[in-house]
Structures are given as structure tokens and as C-alpha cells.
């Protein structure tokens, strides 16, 4: 691991002899960091981190240093193709995208807006998201648009939005160098955003900072944490409720603050006290002394940030648990100020552009689609009728049921691979087929694009240009480096070709990615998320801009909810009825406690997590193509403990059968003091080559179940119940 966070691993790298360095930031983790592409005769030749960047200082991770050989690769698509029978045959852009807007239409007139869907990636540029969005809801009326980020931070997003009135992480990075104490809950750093973990071992190295961990599985955080909370799987409430029951037990709350800035304390003291430690104990295994132990760190420090990621939000009732997180510092008074924060971690490079522009149910500037007044400001601004705006959008659970039932016809699938990664896949591919399916990606070939109809090439990352939002609000300028392969075309102007086809050319009228950025921030003056003072021509000088930004000569606002002035107020609120609250203070939600929807039985004993490894990104559409990166990580395994692989006379190595109630895998088995006796974890990267006839399942979303979160709608990827069988 040292290797992986040393000084600037980019140097050694390649680099001699380019061209020119272009500045940009990385296209893969929500961290953000800022990078030089190498150029040499107009190929990327190296990357390396840019020191002058605020967010890593010229440090890199693995897959950020490799990044360059995923854009020349020999698998890059350079020309639409169009399936004629079995085959997808190459064909012209214009017979392509003809194929696509006559389907359109004929859904369209058949079946009204709600016959035709869009499904995108987390990946795209802000400016993409923006085009999409206004085409899909200011023309189309549709109310099928959903993004991949539905699977890895839906929670957080309606978790803040239910205490804070509003989206948007509170908290910035600089508060990982300074916090007294760093709380990992669900989420590992180390090997999810490299460069996080090297703030926060910086921390610790200069300042003694404290580390407590939450998670089911040893991981490296956990290895070297002060606590390892060893909770079971999918008890992430009763462990929180344990928390804030010695919070509240043993004086260590703000009652000033409490009954200054937020709402609903007494509900929350009366559910907490049902959960004394002895109790949480039995429900989560961890023991009672951990659990007042943590809560002792947590109360008694001065300072705390507590980063969570999918060990909450594919979790069992992760909305309810993020607003349990978001209570932790509200009640302690951890909140907007330096080195406090509940600190939401982006898995992709753009998932919060995607939340600004109106993904996730939202319309631009976290408006609310359910919120008259909100719908009628960006009706005005996009000049289109109030009732063409759909008041609510089906997320992509609520889609496929869409497919099923025979009402969505077309399908549209941008830079996402949802044959990999939706949950209970032998469902997900029956429906792909089923629909009429149009495949909008970089490389080919790629699973989803087995089921296409149509395949249009895109660009990807240092191919366009364009603006991304990191996990710290921090808006950063992503610059082309280069230009995309054969035919390929970036996304914004496939979207654009489309709309002018359908007949929307006038709803998206712009020359170039920064006009369509000027449209957007317009429509955020005065909302949460304000970048009416952000311009190309800032970014390009100051190394991104934390927003709010309200005016050309802000500085950018490193923390939200100063001074306890939350989003709550109707108008301002994101949220809209029961989440507002007259005087802008913050929810505090007492919510119960439901036990997992699936926990193990006779038949299927083991509980299953799914998860990532640093390597790889995804389902490895990229990073599977980077040959260092590969190497590392070439094959799909299940982790599971040296007591349970005796029992089962499992080896290391071995192919062993992973089954559950929806289907089954063979993968290599990796015996691992890292998971608990009973638990199993599988890598959710890898899918099969074959993917419409499998010879092999390996794909961790085959065992998953289709079951959702009430609030976020976001998957449960991390809780289900499991078998293993000598192959
Ligand atoms: S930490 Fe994330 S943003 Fe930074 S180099 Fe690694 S993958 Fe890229």
C-alpha cells in the first residue's frame, strides 16, 4: 500500500519527452484530484499529478497514473453500429442516429412520454448531464431518467436532503488534515479514494488524529484504526442508535445548539434510549464497551468528521442511517465548522454535477420537481409549458418494471453497464433484451452492448472538455487533451444531434460545453448550490471553485451551514412537504429499526457483500483494459474466513459456487481472516464475456436481490443471503 500512496509515483511513470502537459482533473474517483495529461504527436503519453492542485498535490493513485492507457486502446469504439438480425453491423452516424429518433418517435406516438427511458453514468461532464436532462424533461415530458449514482449514493443524497433541506456534502478536505477525529463508517478510504487516505494518515501522522472504523470487513483502515466497530451486516441503525444512546446518556450532546438549530430531539432521545449498549450488542456484535468507547471519541473530541460511503448506502435502510449520521454531529454540534463534518464520499468523478443539474429526481439547482413554484422557475428559464415538466421521475428499479409491463420501448443507455452492475442480473438481461435498446459508450465490446439495437460511439475523459464536481462541491474544469478515436463524437453533441432530430434543436441551441455551463449556473443563483460566480475562465486559473459561488469575485465556500442556517425553508428546501421547516433549522428523524427484507437460513447460511477493490473501477470497462491494473486484479473471487473454508473443505484457489435465491456464480475462493465467520464478500466488478449465454456467471449482481430503499430507491447491494458449493 505504501507504494500506492509514496511521493509522486507519477514521475517515474513516463512523461520524458511530451509534447505539452494539459491540466485537468481525473476521471474516476469523486475525489477529484488535479492531473497533466502528457501529449505526445496528439496521443496521451503519461499522466502525473498536479502539484498545484489543492485537492492531492500532485499525488496520484493506481488507476489515476494508468488512466492515459484506457483512451488508446485497441478496443475503443469508432463507429456506430445498428443490429441487423443477430449482428450489429457498422453503419454511418446519420442511418445510426435516424434509427434511433424514428424508434423515438414511433414510441412516442404510441405509447406518450413514458414509452421511452434514459439510463446514464456518473462519468459524464456536467454540461452532458444538462443536455440530457432538459431534453428528457423540457421536450420528451418523460419521466424515465435515472443515472448510475442511483446505485452508489441515492441514500445520501435523500438523507441530507431529509435534515438539511438541501443536497451537498457539508464538509470540504481540508477538514480530514485538521479533525481530531476521522470516523470511517462504511467506507475504506484506502482503497476508494487513495488520496483521502493519505490526508487522513497525514492527520494522524502529524496531529494524532483518532480513527474509528465501522465496517463488517477488515479492511486496511480498520487494521490500523485507534476502534474497529466489527459490525454484522445490515445492522448499521442499531449501531448508530447505540452511538447517540451514550451521546445522550452521558451529557455529551450541545443542548444549546440542539435546541438552537434543529428539530425533533426529544422523538430522537426517546427511540435512542431504547438501544443501551448491552442491546446494540446482541443485535450488531460489537461489543457493548466498543460501542461506549466510540461514542466517548466521538463526544469528548473537539472536532470530528465522520466519511461514509456504501457500507451505508447499499445498505438496509440507508436513508434512515445517513440522517442517523447526519444526527451524530447535529446533536454534538459537529457541524460547519473546521474539521466537522458528515462527510459523504462520491464513488464516481462527476456524481455530484450529476445531483446539481437535476439527477436523482431533482430539477437543475436542487429544485424540487413536486414543488410548484420550482417547477414554474425552470419551466420560465427553459421557456417550455410548466405542465410538459414531469413532476416526478421513475428511478431505474421503477424502469425496468416499466420494460416489463410493456409501457418503455426505448431505452437509452449512456456510459453505463447496467448488465454488470443492477442487481438480480438474470432479470435486468431478460428486460435489456426485451426493450428496444440503444448503447451509447467508448468501447466495444462492452456486456450491456450484447443486448443493443443500436451502438453509437462516444468519447470519454480527455477527449472533451467540460466542468466535474468532486466530493467537496469543489468544481473543477476537465480539459481535451486529445481527440477521440476514429468516429467516436463526445456525448454533448450526440445529444444535441438527437434532440435537433426529434425537433428540440432550438430547446438546446448552445455552440460548446461552456455556453451550456452559462445556461446551468444562471438557473442556481440563489439556490443551495449557487455557481453563478464560477466561469471556465476562474477555473481555469484557480484550480476549482467550492460552491456556493455567488458572485465573479467569491472565493468559493469550503463549508456549508455555518452558523446553524440549514436549507429547511419552503422555496429554499430541496425537500417539499414534511422535509421543510419554517425557521431553516435542521431534522432530527427518529426512525425504527426493521430488520434485513433477507438474512440467512438453513438453505443459504452465509450473509454476502458485494464490493470494490482499488484496481478496478466499476465493471472494468476501463480499467479492465489497462494491462498494470489488471494484472494486479484479474479474476472475480469470494472472500470468506479460514473457519468456514475448514468446515467446507474449501482451498485457497479453489473454484467454489456462490448461490443465491436469484442465481449463482463460480468464482476462486480467497480464505481471509478479513470477513467474519458466516459473511462472504464478492468483488462487484466483473461480468462475462458472454453475457447473453453465460458459460461462466461470475458477475456479483447475479446473487443480489432488487430490493431498494423507501426513500433513495437506491439498491441493497450489500445485504443478501448466500450458499457456497464445492464446484
Ligand atoms: S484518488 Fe480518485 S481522483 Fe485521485 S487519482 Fe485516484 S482515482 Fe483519481
Not at 436532503?161 to 477525529?181: I, K
Amino acid at each position: 500500500m505504501q507504494d500506492l500512496l509514496g511521493d509522486d509515483p507519477g514521475k517515474s511513470l513516463g512523461g520524458a519527452g511530451v509534447d505539452r502537459w494539459v491540466s485537468s482533473v481525473c476521471g474516476y474517483c469523486g475525489t477529484g484530484c488535479g492531473v497533466l495529461v502528457g501529449v505526445k504527436d496528439g496521443q496521451a503519453v503519461a499522466v502525473r499529478g498536479n502539484p498545484a492542485h489543492p485537492t492531492n498535490q500532485g499525488k496520484l493513485c493506481l488507476k489515476g497514473i494508468y488512466q492515459w492507457k484506457a483512451l488508446h486502446h485497441p478496443e475503443r469504439a469508432t463507429r456506430p453500429m445498428v443490429r441487423r438480425g443477430t449482428e450489429l453491423r457498422e453503419a454511418g452516424w446519420p442511418a445510426a442516429m435516424e434509427e434511433v429518433a424514428s424508434h423515438m418517435r414511433a414510441a412516442l406516438a404510441e405509447g406518450g412520454p413514458d414509452a421511452v427511458g434514459i439510463y446514464h453514468g456518473g462519468q459524464l461532464l456536467l454540461e452532458e448531464y444538462y443536455a440530457l436532462h432538459k431534453l428528457a424533461k423540457g421536450f420528451l415530458g418523460t419521466p424515465n431518467i435515472d443515472a448510475n449514482t442511483r446505485l452508489c449514493m441515492a441514500s445520501a443524497v435523500a438523507g441530507y436532503v431529509r435534515t438539511f433541506g438541501s443536497d451537498g456534502p457539508p464538509g470540504c478536505y481540508e477538514d480530514l488534515d485538521t479533525s481530531h477525529l476521522v470516523f470511517l463508517f462504511g467506507s475504506n478510504p484506502a482503497e476508494m479514494h487513495p488520496q483521502l487516505w493519505r490526508r487522513i494518515l497525514r492527520n494522524r501522522q502529524k496531529n494524532a488524529a483518532g480513527l474509528v472504523v465501522a465496517d463488517p470487513r477488515l479492511t486496511l483502515p480498520a487494521r490500523v484504526a485507534d476502534l474497529h466497530l466489527k459490525l454484522r451486516c445490515g445492522t448499521n441503525i442499531p449501531l448508530l442508535y447505540g452511538l447517540l444512546h451514550v451521546l445522550i446518556s452521558e451529557g455529551m450532546t450541545d443542548q444549546g445548539y440542539i435546541q438552537r438549530f434543529t428539530d425533533g430531539f426529544s422523538d430522537l432521545a426517546r427511540e435512542a434510549a431504547q438501544y443501551p449498549p448491552e442491546r446494540v450488542a446482541g443485535l450488531t456484535g460489537v461489543p457493548a464497551g466498543q460501542v461506549v468507547e466510540a461514542a466517548r471519541l466521538f463526544g469528548t473530541s473537539p472536532t470530528a468528521v465522520t466519511l461514509f460511503c456504501q457500507g451505508v448506502n447499499q445498505s438496509v435502510q440507508a436513508t434512515d442511517a445517513v440522517t442517523l449520521i447526519n444526527a451524530l454531529h447535529l446533536v454534538t454540534g459537529k457541524v460547519g465548522r473546521p474539521g466537522c463534518a458528515p462527510f459523504s464520499l462520491t464513488g464516481q468523478a462527476s456524481s455530484l454535477s450529476m445531483r446539481e443539474v437535476g439527477g436523482g429526481g431533482s430539477l437543475p439547482g436542487f429544485r424540487n420537481p413536486a414543488n410548484p413554484a420550482h417547477r414554474e422557475q425552470v419551466a420560465r428559464a427553459w421557456g417550455v409549458e410548466v405542465n410538459l415538466l414531469p413532476a416526478f421521475t421513475r428511478d431505474i428499479t421503477a424502469m425496468l418494471e416499466e420494460i416489463e409491463a410493456g409501457r418503455l420501448q426505448v431505452l437509452w443507455v449512456i456510459g453505463t453497464n447496467p448488465a454488470v452492475s443492477l442487481p438480480h442480473q438474470e432479470r435486468v438481461r431478460r428486460l435489456l433484451d426485451r426493450v428496444f435498446l440503444v448503447v451509447q459508450d467508448v468501447y466495444y465490446p462492452v456486456e450491456t452492448a450484447a443486448f443493443a439495437d443500436v451502438f453509437l460511439p462516444g468519447a470519454q475523459w480527455g477527449e472533451k472538455t467540460g466542468t466535474m464536481a468532486n466530493s467537496e462541491r469543489r468544481v473543477n474544469l476537465v480539459v481535451r487533451a486529445v481527440n477521440p478515436p476514429g468516429e467516436a463524437r463526445d456525448d454533448l453533441s450526440i445529444i444535441r444531434e438527437l434532440a435537433h432530430r426529434l425537433g428540440a434543436g432550438n430547446l438546446l441551441p448552445w455552440r460548446g460545453a461552456e455556453e451550456v455551463f452559462n445556461e446551468f449556473k444562471d438557473l442556481t443563483r440563489g439556490r443551495p448550490n449557487d455557481m453563478s460566480g464560477i466561469s471556465y475562465q476562474r477555473l481555469a486559473t484557480v484550480g476549482g471553485l467550492q460552491w456556493p459561488c455567488p458572485a465573479g469575485d467569491h472565493p468559493g465556500t469550503p463549508r456549508l451551514y455555518t452558523g446553524g442556517r440549514f436549507a429547511t425553508a419552503e422555496g429554499t428546501a430541496q425537500g417539499f412537504g414534511d422535509f421543510n421547516h419554517p425557521e431553516g433549522k435542521a431534522r432530527l428523524w427518529a426512525v425504527p429499526y426493521d430488520p434485513p427484507p433477507e438474512a440467512p437460513d438453513a438453505r443459504y447460511p452465509f450473509w454476502l457483500n458485494t464490493g470494490r477493490v482499488i484496481e478496478h473501477y466499476h465493471t472494468r470497462t476501463k480499467t479492465g483494459r489497462v494491462p498494470e491494473l489488471n494484472r494486479l486484479a484479474p479474476e472475480a473471487f469470494v472472500e470468506l474466513h479460514p473457519a468456514d473454508a475448514a468446515r467446507l473443505e474449501i482451498a485457497q484457489g479453489e473454484l467454489v459456487r456462490v448461490v443465491s435465491r436469484r442465481g449463482q456464480i463460480e468464482v476462486t475462493a480467497r480464505i481471509t481472516e478479513g470477513v467474519s465467520p458466516g459473511e462472504v464478500f464478492v468483488p462487484f466488478h466483473f461480468g462475462e464475456p458472454e453475457p447473453v449465454a453465460p458459460k461462466r456467471c461470475r458477475a456479483a449482481n447475479h446473487l443480489t436481490a432488487a430490493v431498494t430503499d423507501r426513500f433513495s430507491a437506491q439498491p441493497l447491494l450489500k445485504v443478501a443471503a448466500c450458499r457456497l458449493e464445492k464446484t
